[in-house]
């Protein structure tokens, strides 16, 4: 019985056995169509909205502030020197002293010029009795009127003769031709002197003249009138205001710079010829958007800053005009108010949304 029994288990042992090995493949087989079979696709989690600290655009007034170098002249000046050559015989002021028009400064020796008039006076006097008694018999017959004519001519040359001895006896005296302060004497009585000799200097400084040359970039928003600040290194604490007058008419082609001029008053007389300033004149200019400099980036196109507009971040093209002291002026599309983008730059794109954790306050012009 047992080797029946033991092939009866046999067999039954194998029907196990291949019972098990079915449901094995077919759990494999189970198994590889769950893995087959698509997974649920999960939703796409939205962007997160980049972190940004932004300014506001703001107008600014594009003035410029410079700082030049400039001299002084006085409002006229002239070195005086005498007409004809002579010797001194009076010098008649002292250094420094305020004259009128006209004042007599040196006379030179005019002893023959004077004998020069009164024989002039002498001959023109006596010319004009001969003329006036042949004028007389004017029409008479008693004269002939050839010797009419040429006793009028002889008075009348005799006049001419009169004018040129006075005018003589003028050349020896050298006047103010205008008020002023006169300078030093560089002659003294008895020095021979002749039309090359410089005399003394005269100086107009109830105004004084401020001369400085502006880079020629400028001159489109130079005018007459405009305010200027002049120190001089004596008085630090006492600048003196005045007013632009002159602008020349060329372009140094070297320094490439336009001269000007400007008047400064002088009532107290304080200010001199030949003295050096620091010379500030305010230009002014348009109305142009600004920007922090930190907002302001560079790509292939060109400069542009990041605005923010409807919760987006949109990239707005600019020119840059100039920079001044922390702020950019530019030329673009941006408004005045606008938030400007001015840290958290680095993760923008066109479109990307936006989220503004904070503000700067906007800088003033020539702020820091």
Partial sequence: MWPFFARAGGRAQRHRLVACALVVVGLASNTSVFAQAPAAKPTAAPTDAVPVIVTNSTETQDSVALELPGSGLAQRSVTLFPLVEGEVDRVAFRTGQQVKAGELLVQLNDRTEQLAVALAQAQLQTASLLARRLEATAGTGAVPEIEVEQAVAARRSAEIGLEQAKQALSDRSVRAPFAGVVGIAAVQRGNRVSPTTALTTLDDRRQLVVAFAVPEAYLGRLRPGLAITATHPAYPDQPVSGRVSEIDSQIDATLRTVRVRATLPNADDRLRTGMSFRVRLELPGELRMSVPELALQFGRQGAYVWVVREGEAVAVPT????????????????????????????????????????????????GS
Wanted: net charge positive.
């Fill in 319 to 366: 020119r840059v005009v100039r920079r001044t002291g922390g702020l950019v002026l530019i030329e673009g599309a941006l408004r005045s108010g606008e938030p400007v983008v001015a840290e958290g730059v680095q993760r923008l794109r066109a479109g990307r949304a936006v989220r503004v954790v904070g503000e700067r306050p906007a800088l003033a012009a020539g």
